[in-house]
């Protein structure tokens, strides 16, 4: 058997469900990126505006019956039904959340799931990972503990992303990503909201990354259910 030749793996995770993920899946279905959508089903429809570190932005949900056809090109995961911060949920509540955005995600998708995002990011502890992996499908989890490096997850029930959408090292971490020759495996991991770049105003940048990062032969572009299972298939 020959030796396995390493893989440079590029992957994002984008939560909420916001109506501004129109716009960025068009962006990125343009460029052939991939990405992960962690969506609370009870929220769908909603019509709100949020104050989101000091800014005011629009949060509108998108409409249940259009999670089919926007979301078919990418991933679809958990992030609750209503986004509680789960270090404040009992067993029973965290079991409830989950599941049952499992359950509706599955029904309006037709798609399997595997993972989540933590609702809040930082939100959960030891107790939470274990409630949810004895208990619901979920296999994987991401926070929001950006490491600003390409390895891989030692825990996948406490994934750490890359980097944020709108870090400051973004366009640097993409320039490095490119440039490098994979002697292990490598992944850069970006995560955020698609509202945040109406709350930035940094649609134009972000479609700078997005020129930068696509089209390259030796990058895999993949969902985070993708890396997940190309990952755990090697142990």
Same mark, same amino acid.
């Given at each position: ?18 109506? =501004? ?7 990125? %279905?343009? !460029? ?13 429809? =909603? ?15 998108? =409409?249940?019956?259009?999670? &089919? ?20 949920? /009992? ?10 955005? !499992? &359950? /509706? ?48 997850? /030692?825990?996948?029930?406490?994934? =750490? ?27 850069? !991991? ?7 770049? %109406? &709350? !930035? ?15 390259? &032969? %030796? ?17």
């Amino acid at each position: 058997m020959g030796q396995k030749l390493a893989k440079k793996m590029f992957t994002m995770s984008f939560d909420d469900g916001t109506i =501004q993920d129109r716009r960025f899946i068009n962006l990125i %279905d343009t !460029y052939n990126l991939k990405c992960t959508f962690n969506l609370n089903s009870g929220f769908f429809g =909603q019509v709100h505006t949020i104050v989101h570190e000091g800014i005011e932005v629009c949060h509108d949900e998108v =409409q249940a019956s259009e999670v &089919k056809e926007l979301y078919k090109n990418h991933e679809i995961a958990v992030h609750t039904v209503t986004h509680p911060n789960l270090l404040n949920c /009992s067993k029973e509540k965290i079991i409830e959340e989950v599941n049952q955005d !499992y &359950k /509706s995600l599955t029904e309006l998708s037709g798609k399997t799931i595997l993972g989540m995002a933590y609702p809040g990011g930082p939100y959960y502890n030891e107790f939470t990972i274990e409630t949810i992996l004895n208990n619901t499908p979920i296999r994987y989890a991401r926070n929001i503990h950006s490491h600003n490096s390409f390895h891989l997850p /030692s825990n996948f029930m406490e994934w =750490q992303p890359t980097c944020h959408q709108n870090d400051e090292q973004l366009i640097q971490l993409a320039e490095k990503f490119v440039e490098a020759d994979a002697h292990e495996d490598m992944l850069f !991991y970006v995560w955020g909201h698609s509202f945040e770049f %109406d &709350k !930035y105003k940094s649609w134009d940048s972000f479609e700078y990354f997005c020129k930068i990062i696509s089209g390259r &032969k %030796d990058i895999c572009y993949m969902t985070n259910g993708e890396v997940y299972q190309y990952v755990t298939k090697l142990f």
